[in-house]
Nanobody
Framework: QVQLVESGGGLVQPGGSLTLSCVASRVLASFGPMAWFRQAPGKQRELVVGISSGGTPDYADFVKGRFVVSRNNAKNTTYLQLNNLRPDDTALYYC?????????RGQGTQVTVSS
């Protein structure tokens, strides 16, 4: 059984920062590619950052220079640091991971950017 649990979302003012966490039920090395996505109400989901099996991130253009992904293998956790947030970053953020040719997704954590 694979579970991914996100946390760390919340309400933040424009220009603020948040750090999201995605805790996996298995060691990170057991997964293939991982990714953070987001979806705003009424919009298609967007890929925020893809992470290769080797841990190399590939950021979407709209977050380059603002968001940073990292991981703590000892805690089976992937982090997404969101900096210089804008109102259009408001969305449900969730992580996905591939395990044995199946893709798994967490429930997501809501990020709201508003003054």
């Amino acid at each position: 059984q694979v579970q991914l649990v996100e946390s760390g979302g919340g309400l933040v003012q424009p220009g603020g920062s948040l750090t999201l966490s995605c805790v996996a039920s298995r060691v990170l090395a057991s997964f293939g590619p991982m990714a953070w996505f987001r979806q705003a109400p009424g919009k298609q989901r967007e890929l925020v950052v893809g992470i290769s099996s080797g841990g190399t991130p590939d950021y979407a253009d709209f977050v380059k220079g603002r968001f940073v992904v990292s991981r703590n293998n000892a805690k089976n956790t992937t982090y997404l640091q969101l900096n210089n947030l804008r109102p259009d970053d408001t969305a449900l953020y969730y992580c996905e991971a591939r395990y044995l040719e199946n893709d798994y997704r967490g429930q997501g954590t809501q990020v709201t950017v508003s003054s």
